[in-house]
């Protein structure tokens, strides 16, 4: 079992650009959810996708989107980037919301200059 | 590997003492606690959880202590070993049931464990 995985691992963007970053869950996971963690801090909640729709949304603007997949993989999206963006963004992947059974994955890290 | 936090309070221990590692949470309505490990490079790694109608719980090595009175909770690692370095996060969810905006993770502490 791969656990779960984020690609790419580090990503360089410069302000006003667009950044995917992708998730895959762990094997069994149906549930996905973001975080982003600015440096010396805790995560943030971002988002969750559960059956191909958002459920829950943290206190983030709309140029953070997102997608869940059949596959249950998914996508983060920011758009129109600012310096404060950057972060690590980390995946989490869970079956049915529970986060009891929550695994992080190892996040991509994004530098917007 | 990357740095997960360059300002954050460091408790640091030697190899074989005891480790604790506190966290003051933000609501007195808080139900459910979660300890996790973060590693250089790598995502939070769960270690241990406790209900709000549990004072204690122990795993291997670890055990958990919450006191509701003063919102307070506490990770002991026992025989601390240099593999438990790492910084140690304290996760609170503020509202009953599962819900992502409710999940709050605190500042984390880092333990830097001595030879």
């Known amino acids: 079992d791969a656990g779960v995985t984020q690609s790419p691992t580090h990503l360089i963007k410069t302000r006003g650009q667009q950044v995917t970053l992708r998730c895959s869950p762990k094997s069994g996971h149906d549930t996905v959810s973001w975080y982003q963690q600015a440096l010396g801090q805790g995560p943030q909640f971002i988002f969750q996708?559960?059956?191909?729709?958002?459920?829950q949304r943290g206190n983030f603007p709309d140029r953070f989107s997102g997608h869940q997949f059949p596959n249950y993989s998914s996508e983060l999206n920011v758009n129109a980037l600012l310096l404060g963006d950057s972060a690590l963004y980390l995946c989490a992947s869970s079956f049915s919301s529970s986060v009891e059974t929550q695994y992080f994955g190892p996040g991509t890290r994004l530098l917007v200059l | 590997g990357e740095s997960v936090g360059l300002h954050l309070p460091t408790l640091s221990v030697q190899e074989g003492d005891n480790s604790i590692i506190n966290c003051a949470y933000s609501?007195?309505?808080?139900?459910?606690f979660i300890w996790y490990k973060q590693e250089s490079g790598k995502g939070p790694q769960f270690i241990i959880d406790i209900r709000s109608n549990m004072d204690k719980r122990q795993g291997q090595r670890v055990t958990v202590l919450l006191n509701k009175t003063v919102k307070h909770l506490s990770l002991q690692i026992a025989a601390t070993q240099p593999g438990d370095s790492a910084v140690y996060f304290c996760?609170?969810?503020?509202?009953?049931?599962?819900?992502?905006?409710?999940?709050?993770f605190g500042p984390g502490t880092r333990l830097s464990v001595l030879p």
């Open positions: 996708y559960y059956e191909e729709e958002e459920r």
């Open positions: 996760a609170e969810n503020i509202e009953g049931g599962w819900s992502g905006q409710n999940f709050v």
């Open positions: 609501n007195s309505a808080s139900d459910y």
